[in-house]
């Protein structure tokens, strides 16, 4: 087997590669929306890599690619690990592509040096994950787990662009299958043991605490929900001020009161106010109206229930106190989703062999993993992010990290599809 | 004379003429931008309405026009009464449109009573003191008093449109020429005694209060900065709370600041945030960069400095407090204007005499005669808003308040034109 550098450098190449399709030359970053040539190009390019490392490529309705190695024992279900192909507008090369990079590495040394596993397991190449183009998010991972049906795809259109999921489906998907040779498969599957997902950070808590592995013990909960604040715009100058029922002073009244309860609250809660907006905004006008959005997230569901019920007092009470008028739409109401216990053992007790450090971590972003959570057993192993940064053409983790991840999914492939150990033990 | 009641039914007709020039079918309301195809025609309207009132018409080089019944001692300097001719886009029937009304039937009023006045007395349709199309306000009036210069023009562009005031008041002012067939002459003046506004209040206070006639006392000074609050964009989920730089987050916390220092001050300081961007704007994405503006305003130069003052260090401190770069660029800073004493005492003493309910005010926007102050004796008089509604479709004053304005302006001139009691007294 290559040394955790080898692995490290190999990968690094790769996403170079990788990053080419959908590469943006004037603004910086790739940008490689669901279904576009950018991203069948890259499908194809995967395609075509897993041939080249011995695995059986094939894809499915939605565009998921799959490379696998084939096991011993059939009957019994397979070990999955990847993560997305698709990017945000301008993103890094990292997010999503190295947990597919690693998962091709991964199977590819897996089979020099043990050859054919007892358990299947496949590498894939999820769709799409973003939500850049289409108003959906995770459509790869939806359509294999069952959140979503195919035929859904009719009903999701691109505001942007007019056409359907379904029709940008059908072509993309077509030029995969002729392009590559390969065959097409239903998306959805009950034939899926655990899946396994690798992928950075996008957060700064490794790098600050300089730990090269997170192992995800739970995908947080989010709530995301608008709040319109109504008063009364009005002339700045002529208004007194007891006379006012000034939109933006209220709101800023209510945010500081919730960024206190967040305080009060601490970690691991987060809230975020990320977008605001004021009309009719103008320097020398009362703000009428303000819309803004809070984003709550937070690793147990009950807590995170508690704190959104206390958030919404606290608005009902700030709007009551200055004669506004507030109205809360909840529009996210995700549900933490909890990452398997035995297989987060076996991933620390990995970390404890290799004598990597590692710390057990809550996802803050969602991630596939989370619907693959409520589908089989699921795992989720994080590098760290320079500086945090993600979704930005200044992604970047070295080297040596990517290996020390792509070592932590061999081990635990390793233990799932040549051993019993997972089956004796937790299965 | 006519009743006030009748004078004030005259004027709503008046206005409603005068309002249909700019009409906007579809949003309603008026818009009369500066020397628009819509501003011509009111102009034209208000020269036809001038001479069939007997006064003697002429306009200058920026489209001011006036009415003049010529006194019978020549050498004795002008009073001069009116307001602007210009609307913002969709507004009111009443704002500036409501002083040049009202001039036109007071001098037909002493005209018809009292025959030939000691001084010249002139009505004035100001060409311009919105700002709505070309980066400057109050060019009416400020030509006059000496503000600006005409040359200034070829400097002004109007940026949506590209043209440059220069080549738009060369049109308009020509075709305003030869449509009424007047004389053009220069617009700076030396030979204005006194300059009397009577307006629409713009704001609450007298309806409130329930009083008839608003006596200005002072225009507030004015202060207006915009605020750069620079953080760090971050991903809303991955981000400790700890580890954030958040711009938004912080603004709040300076604007709360801002808040309480004007709550402390109480009145008669104003103090409005009215615009405020946040980038980039998303709900899962911490906001890397606020900008918002203030808005101070207060009768007293020196105390208006002095919570600027306060208000620029409060920026400093929270900026330091929340780790995020704070800059302030101080782009508005009008001192504020005196009323004459003289002419206010003459003011009380004529609603003494007619019962009208009044009292002594500031106001808080700018108007033309904030720069009349600087170059004669001024007066302003303003008479109730619904609602304090103005720059909006919604605008209305009863024709009751509007006569009493008009008779607290008739008398007015009276005093200053027809008898020498303000020269004998405070001259």
Redesign the interface.
């Known amino acids: 087997m290559k040394s955790v550098e080898k692995l490290g450098t190999e990968a690094e190449g790769w996403l170079r590669e990788l990053g080419q399709f959908g590469a943006d030359a004037i603004r910086g970053g790739v940008t490689r929306l669901l279904y576009t040539e950018e991203w069948v190009n890259a499908q194809l390019w995967i395609a075509e890599e897993m041939k080249q490392e011995g695995l059986e490529v094939r894809t499915d309705e939605v565009g998921n690619v799959y490379g696998r190695l084939s096991g011993t024992t059939p009957e019994l279900r397979a070990i999955v690990t990847g993560s997305h192909v698709d990017t945000v507008v301008c993103g890094g090369i990292y997010d999503g592509s190295y947990g597919i990079v690693a998962a091709i590495i991964a199977l590819r040394e897996l089979k020099q040096r043990y050859g054919q596993p007892r358990r299947t397991i496949e590498a894939v190449s999820l769709s799409e994950e973003e939500g850049s183009r289409f108003p959906l998010t995770c459509w790869g991972s939806g359509s294999i787990t069952g959140k979503y049906l195919v035929e859904d795809a009719v009903h999701i259109r691109s505001e942007s662009e007019g056409l359907t999921l379904s029709d940008a489906m059908r072509d993309a998907v077509g030029k995969l299958i002729a392009g590559a040779g390969i065959s097409l498969e239903p998306a959805l599957r009950h034939d899926v043991e655990a899946f396994i997902e690798l992928h950075i950070?996008?957060?700064?808590?490794l790098e600050?605490e300089g730990v090269a592995l997170g192992i995800v013990d739970r995908i947080?909960g989010?709530k995301?929900a608008?709040i319109t604040v109504l008063g009364e715009s009005?002339?700045?100058?002529?208004?007194?001020?007891?006379?006012r029922r000034?939109a933006?002073?209220a709101s800023?009244?209510m945010?500081?009161a919730l960024?206190e309860l967040?305080?009060e609250a601490?970690?691991p809660?987060?809230?975020?106010?990320?977008?605001?907006?004021?009309e009719p905004?103008?320097?020398?006008?009362?703000?009428g109206k303000v819309v803004f959005?809070i984003?709550m997230?937070h690793p147990s569901d009950e807590k995170l229930q508690v704190y959104y019920d206390r958030a919404a007092a606290i608005t009902e009470r700030e709007a009551g106190r200055f004669g506004v008028d507030a109205r809360i739409e909840l529009w996210m109401n995700e549900p933490s989703a909890g990452m398997n216990a035995g297989l987060r053992l076996l991933l620390e007790q990995s970390c404890i062999r290799s004598d990597a450090s590692w710390k057990l971590m809550p996802?803050?972003?969602?991630h596939d993993a989370q619907l693959f959570a409520a589908h089989c057993k699921t795992a989720m192993l994080f590098v760290p992010s320079r500086g945090?940064?993600?979704?930005s053409p200044f992604e970047y983790t070295p080297p040596a990290y990517l290996g020390t991840g792509i070592h932590g999914l061999i081990d635990l492939l390793y233990e799932l599809a040549y051993t019993d150990v997972y089956e004796d033990e937790w299965g």
């Open positions: 950070e996008q957060g700064g808590v600050e947080v989010q995301r608008t009005n002339h700045a100058g002529t208004t007194p001020m007891h006379m000034d933006l002073h800023v009244a945010i500081a960024n967040a305080s601490g970690a809660l987060t809230f975020t106010v990320g977008s605001l907006q004021v905004n103008l320097s020398n006008v009362i703000p959005t984003d997230r996802s803050g972003a969602g945090g940064i993600s979704h």
